[in-house]
């Protein structure tokens, strides 16, 4: 399985709006409940105004297009961060995963993924 670094730096936040995403952007999540209004957008593209904010977070996806039926995926590799004491995040779309970790330990993760035996490609530039 391939992991696809992403040549950026993200920020999770909590927004009052989904007029705060930063809509233009090639890369940003948004998650919402009944509680709150969750984006990861790309540092630089941070809105103004959050009412919570962690920046310092880098990622990587699963590269290609996951079918649903495939099974442990995330668990797998949540697992082996795990072993090295490396929190995530993770986002997923229709497609794949997304897995961010706090930028000081991104190289950590993904060499101990490698070490597992996932195959880490060029990155992926978002701007």
């Known amino acids: 399985m391939e992991l696809q670094p992403l040549n950026c730096r993200l920020t999770v936040c909590k927004v009052e709006s989904m007029k705060e995403a930063p809509m233009d952007s090639g890369l940003f999540f948004i998650g919402r409940t009944?509680?709150?209004?969750?984006?990861?957008?790309?540092?630089?593209?941070?809105?103004?105004?959050?009412?919570?904010?962690?920046?310092?977070?880098?990622?990587?996806?699963?590269?290609?297009?996951?079918?649903?039926?495939?099974?442990?995926?995330?668990?797998?590799?949540?697992?082996?961060?795990?072993d090295k004491g490396i929190g995530i995040f993770a986002v997923s779309t229709y497609n794949t995963d997304y897995i961010l970790v706090k930028e000081e330990r991104f190289d950590e993760a993904l060499q101990a993924l490698s070490q597992a035996g996932y195959t880490v490609t060029e990155p992926l530039e978002f701007t």
Do not use: M, Y
């Open 34 to 82: 009944d509680e709150e209004l969750s984006l990861v957008c790309l540092t630089e593209q941070t809105p103004a105004h959050t009412l919570e904010r962690e920046d310092g977070w880098r990622g990587f996806r699963i590269k290609g297009e996951l079918d649903f039926s495939l099974i442990g995926i995330l668990s797998k590799l949540s697992a082996i961060l795990a």
